[in-house]
């Protein structure tokens, strides 16, 4: 199966300042890559995703990148606002259906 | 309205319980999933039924059992319950085809306290 890590497990940054998330799969068959946002007490929801033929997404404040000869892609949010604050899992899918989450970044902005 | 619905929000029980969560979805799809999230957030997938049928059973204990009436609902059982599974437990759905088939849509999630 495909193993998913993500890093760092917490993040802190002022706001307006820009947040950076990592994550590295194993499986060079995933082929879907989406990051969900859950806000405490919430349940996780879609904020972007990008396909293997895909290297980079862009929709508004928010960036996916994706590497697939190393196999890792990584999210990044610009001008950070407190609604940001948040966990974030990125995932990869292999073939079919088969969704393999990381282990989620809690991401805090200071106001 | 809600597109995908999990009843109980919370479940609090003794271990060694029985206790179904039930889960429907309004959005035609054809794929839902069982998710559990523990305490420290970590989001792994349970199982996943296409079309009424198992695709993917993760290791998971004997005691969890889904059970798809028809392809809007995923139901999920446990016997014996154990302090272990309490949790967070998450239904899903995602369409199954086409250029929007990965993208999962969570129900709210349903509570579970085992005492």
């Known amino acids: 199966g495909e193993n998913v890590e993500q890093h760092p497990s917490t993040l802190s940054v002022q706001e307006g300042d820009s947040a950076v998330i990592k994550c590295t799969y194993s499986d060079s068959a995933s082929n879907y890559f989406p990051w969900y946002k859950q806000e405490l007490g919430k349940r996780p929801q879609l904020i972007i995703d990008i396909r293997s033929n895909v290297g980079e997404k862009k929709d508004q404040r928010i960036a996916v990148t994706l590497n697939k000869t190393a196999k890792h892609f990584s999210l990044h949010i610009t001008e950070t606002q407190p609604e940001d604050s948040a966990v974030y899992f990125c995932a990869a899918i292999l073939t079919g259906n088969q969704f393999y989450f990381g282990t989620g970044t809690s991401l805090t902005v200071i106001p | 309205d809600t597109a995908v619905s999990q009843t109980p929000k919370y479940l609090v029980t003794q271990m060694g319980n029985d206790k179904s969560i039930k889960c429907e979805q309004n959005?035609?799809?054809?794929?839902m999933y069982w998710y559990k999230q523990d305490s420290k957030k970590f989001l792994k997938i349970m199982f996943s039924?296409?079309?009424?049928?198992?695709?993917i059973n993760e290791t998971v204990p004997n005691r969890f059992s889904p059970k798809s009436p028809d392809k809007a609902h995923l139901n999920l059982h446990i016997n014996s319950l154990e302090l272990g599974d309490s949790a967070v437990y998450f239904c899903a759905s995602s369409h199954g085809t086409g250029l929007a088939k990965n993208i999962q849509y969570f129900g709210a999630g349903t509570r579970l306290s085992v005492l």
């Open positions: 959005l035609g799809h054809d794929t």
């Open positions: 039924y296409n079309n009424k049928e198992l695709i």
